[in-house]
């Protein structure tokens, strides 16, 4: 048993390093549901044993907010909010403070995704129509995405699974993220506006794209809950995933918006993602050698759940698995009263480091390649690597001043 689970949990985690399978056409979802599917086949997880695996709270409170951000990109919310930003009498430097300002905003409610996705076509076009080269603006808006989503429990998948597993507070994450989230969009903006080439202006791009109908009607709906949910998990004690999940059935009651259309926009690809590797890994610790694994390095004086080493790890393996996977491998050891924080921060803004590192990156640039723009790794790598070292200086020195005064 325990040869099959570490056979199976060696390629579902390579396929997270590489993306997919080699000779294979699976992407990281088909690997993680490939291997969940071999381990229950083979009989080494039963079927209740794999059902037990799956944290049903992390997937209701992700399924909601899909289904909220879903109301708001049919309503034409998104796209509103890019076009009005755009239009604003501002020099290219303000301009650019203003759009790190609203999406850092958005992407600690809506998910740094959903935001990026929606707003990286309308961005494109707005920029070519101000005749701007929208290379800085798409860059500040997947920075900016990333560092907002950290903001909050429910920014994006990773914190969600950290807040829920943990049991955190939302307002206490909220009080400890806020300086160094804030601090980060501010350096993101220093970032992009200091060297004077990037807002070189005329982009000399065709504008492709047509103005989505914004409905207020249904964008007033999506706010109202997403407000109204905001204030239930700030000062009530009802479970998040339970609130959430009732205000996504209040948005699905439309006479106007199909559920088919709603529901066709929920990521369902990432439910599965979370679905099979909370079957391998739980499947991978039972067979103890994770517990041996960390013994062992303790025993040589490397304590991963110290706050220090936890920092460094979570900043490498997020970068080499992507976040969520290396969220989850690092759970267990997240036993100090500050690791939940510590984990949500750095694994969320270590994402900004290089375009595999965050899928709202690769969003970006593959809605800027559609657009005829081109981002390359080199191009991201000289904002996102700065904003990168930059942000988790800022947060290690704030845990550590935290820990210190503790």
């Known amino acids: 048993m325990t040869a099959t689970v570490v056979i199976v949990f060696t390629i579902v985690y390579l ?10 056409q699976l992407d990281r979802t088909g690997v993680a549901l490939l291997g969940a599917i071999a381990l229950v086949a083979s009989g080494d997880v039963s079927f209740a044993e794999a059902g037990r695996s ?3 709270p992390t997937l ?12 708001l990109r049919l309503s034409g919310f998104y796209a509103y909010v890019t076009r009005r930003l755009a239009a604003l009498p501002l020099t290219p430097p303000r301009l650019l403070g203003a759009l790190i300002l609203v999406v850092g905003a958005l992407s600690a409610v809506f998910s740094n995704d959903i935001i990026c996705l929606a707003m990286a076509p309308v961005l494109v076009d707005a920029c070519v129509r101000r005749r701007l080269d929208p290379v800085p603006y798409l860059l500040a808006l997947a920075c900016a995405a990333n560092v907002g989503s950290a903001l ?33 969009l ?19 791009l065709e504008r492709r794209g047509e103005d989505a109908d ?43 918006l199909h559920s088919r259309r709603m529901l066709g926009l929920v990521d369902w690809e990432l439910l599965v993602l979370f679905v099979g590797l909370f079957v391998v890994n739980r499947a991978f610790a039972q067979t103890g050698l994770p517990a041996e694994a960390v013994r062992a390095l303790a025993d ?52 900004n480091l290089l375009i595999v590192g965050s899928i709202a990156n690769i969003i970006v640039v593959d809605a800027a390649e559609r657009r005829g723009v081109r981002i390359d790794w080199r191009r991201h790598a000289r904002v996102g690597v700065p904003v990168t070292v930059a942000t988790l200086a800022i947060t290690g020195a704030y845990l550590w001043l935290r820990l210190a005064s503790t």
């Open 15 to 24: 396929g997270m390093i590489l993306g997919g399978l080699p000779f294979l």
């Open 54 to 56: 799956v944290h049903a």
């Open 60 to 71: 209701i409170l992700l399924f909601a907010f899909m289904v909220l951000s879903a109301q």
């Open 152 to 184: 909050t429990l429910i920014g994006n998948p990773q914190n969600m699974l950290i807040g829920e597993s943990l049991g955190l507070s939302f307002s206490g994450y909220l009080r400890e993220a806020a300086v160094p989230v804030l601090l980060g």
């Open 186 to 204: 501010a350096v993101t903006w220093a970032v992009i506006v200091l060297p004077a080439a990037l807002l070189t202006a005329e982009a000399g």
């Open 214 to 256: 914004f409905n207020r009607w249904q964008t007033t709906k999506g706010l109202t809950v997403a407000a109204v949910l905001v204030v239930v998990f700030l000062a009530a004690p009802w479970p998040r995933e339970l609130a959430a999940l009732a205000g996504a059935g209040l948005l699905l009651l439309s006479r106007r």
């Open 300 to 351: 040589a004086g490397l304590h991963l759940e110290q706050p220090g080493t936890l920092f460094v790890t979570a900043f490498v393996l997020g970068n080499i698995v992507s976040n969520v996977p290396a969220v989850m491998l690092l759970l267990p050891l997240a036993t100090h009263p500050m690791a939940g924080t510590l984990l949500a921060l750095v694994s969320t803004l270590s994402g």
